[in-house]
T-cell receptor, first 110, second 113 residues
Framework: DAKTTQPPSMDCAEGRAANLPCNHSTISGNEYVYWYRQIHSQGPQYIIHGLKNNETNEMASLIITEDRKSSTLILPHATLRDTAVYYCARKGGTGNQFYFGTGTSLTVIP | DAMVIQNPRYQVTQFGKPVTLSCSQTLNHNVMYWYQQKSSQAPKLLFHYYDKDFNNEADTPDNFQSRRPNTSFCFLDIRSPGLGDAAMYLC????????????FGAGSRLTVL
């Protein structure tokens, strides 16, 4: 989805927080923001989603700006197993379509 | 465990030879999706079914068709594969309620010779 952009790659030291940004400046008021990650040759795996408020689950935290034009996925203590491609996505169209952003390849460094 | 299963995991076909990829789910989800993912790119939505209602994306080529004979199964047919159709094809499902999330299968990797 050309409307949802992410930096192509990022590095993070093991044990540190990984902060992955996403720009979704054209998101509409009722569209949720989702985050997925994909390990090589596997299907994407759901991480977290939100609409307006910040969210936290056992995997990550999601910070959404007040104007909803961008969000940040936070992995609080990155491990080597968190090395993957992370996609933010929005739910658009008639309501059931999910469109993926450009993706960020995160490398966690020992 | 409830899941989304795709077959085959790897498919090799010749240029122009039709191919069918299958997807089955035990989640009883209303919506089934097909995504195309080329190397180093994000998944691109081709189409989806909401129950029996088919929804095609505007930029999906006519070469790609889909069938959903029942709730559990969905097929992707590529009528005349070209070299540019080589990709991973991902099936996903979701409920229809509020902030529904996608559950993906492992994907079918298509090679076109």
């Amino acid at each position: 989805d050309a409307k949802t952009t992410q930096p192509p790659s990022m590095d993070c030291a093991e044990g540190r927080a990984a902060n992955l940004p996403c720009n979704h400046s054209t998101i509409s008021g009722n569209e949720y923001v989702y985050w997925y990650r994909q390990i090589h040759s596997q299907g994407p795996q759901y991480i977290i989603h939100g609409l307006k408020n910040n969210e936290t689950n056992e995997m990550a935290s999601l910070i959404i700006t007040e104007d909803r034009k961008s969000s940040t996925l936070i992995l609080p203590h990155a491990t080597l197993r968190d090395t993957a491609v992370y996609y933010c996505a929005r739910k658009g169209g008639t309501g059931n379509q999910f469109y993926f952003g450009t993706g960020t390849s995160l490398t966690v460094i020992p | 465990d409830a899941m989304v299963i795709q077959n085959p995991r790897y498919q090799v076909t010749q240029f122009g030879k039709p191919v069918t990829l299958s997807c089955s789910q035990t989640l009883n989800h209303n919506v089934m999706y097909w995504y195309q993912q080329k190397s180093s790119q994000a998944p691109k939505l081709l189409f989806h079914y909401y129950d029996k209602d088919f929804n095609n994306e505007a930029d999906t080529p006519d070469n790609f068709q889909s069938r959903r004979p029942n709730t559990s199964f969905c097929f992707l047919d590529i009528r005349s594969p070209g070299l540019g159709d080589a990709a991973m094809y991902l099936c996903a499902t979701s409920r229809v309620a509020g902030a529904n999330v996608l559950t993906f299968g492992a994907g079918s990797r298509l090679t076109v010779l």
